[in-house]
T-cell receptor
């Protein structure tokens, strides 16, 4: 089985722009979670989608949003980018929502200038 | 709120055992995980333990869980240079929300 894939792998944007990141889960997995990793804050949970519904959300501003499609692929969007949004964005998939092992993708490294 | 603490650094000699420790606060976590991250890469699931278990062994990896003290450890036997990485413990605080520790950077000295 193919693993979790994320596109693009690297991205450079400027302040004020918006960005969309994509995540394709492992085949058959219905839950996708997103995390932000920064040197200062470490790994932080953004949100989780299951069956096209956001089930859980972390403590991030409304500029961070996401969605999930019927094929379980997920996108996250960050609007009005700030310098502090520079980070590695990781998505993880699992079969179900809750209590299941999560498998991570390689991440998208976003640099905001 | 939740908190997961780990030592930041650990150095061991090749062939020795490594023990990475973690303390957590959410006693309702069903699963506790260990992930490995190599430079420039995502997170690789190493192993996990169900909260009603005390120990789990998986080849060179041994996970010990002391639920009373909320202490989790990962022992890597016969540590190799390829084990050099950052190791994260994480607790599942619900609905696939993993709360991660700060990570322990393991350096294996040849």
């Amino acid at each position: 089985k193919a693993g979790v894939t994320q596109t693009p792998r690297y991205l450079i944007k400027t302040r004020g722009q918006q960005v969309t990141l994509s995540c394709s889960p492992i085949s058959g997995h219905r839950s996708v979670s997103w995390y932000q990793q920064t040197p200062g804050q470490g790994l932080q949970f953004l949100f989780e989608y299951f069956s096209e519904t956001q089930r859980n959300k972390g403590n991030f501003p409304g500029r961070f949003s996401g969605r999930q499609f019927s094929n379980s692929r997920s996108e996250m969007n960050v609007s009005t980018l700030e310098l502090g949004d520079s980070a590695l964005y990781l998505c993880a998939s699992s079969p179900l929502s809750g209590g299941e092992t999560q498998y991570f993708g390689p991440g998208t490294r976003l640099l905001v200038l | 709120g939740e908190d997961v603490e780990q030592s930041l650094f650990l150095s061991v000699r090749e062939g020795d055992s490594s023990v990475i420790n973690c303390t957590y606060t959410d006693s309702s976590s069903t699963y506790l995980y260990w992930y490995k991250q190599e430079p420039g890469a995502g997170l690789q699931l190493l192993t996990y333990i169900f909260s009603n278990m005390d120990m789990k062994q998986d080849q060179r990896l041994t996970v010990l869980l002391n639920k009373k003290d909320k202490h989790l450890s990962l022992r890597i036997a016969d540590t190799q240079t390829g084990d050099s990485a950052i190791y994260f413990c994480a607790e599942d605080i619900g609905a696939n929300n993993l709360f991660f520790g700060t990570g322990t950077r393991l350096t294996v000295i040849p």
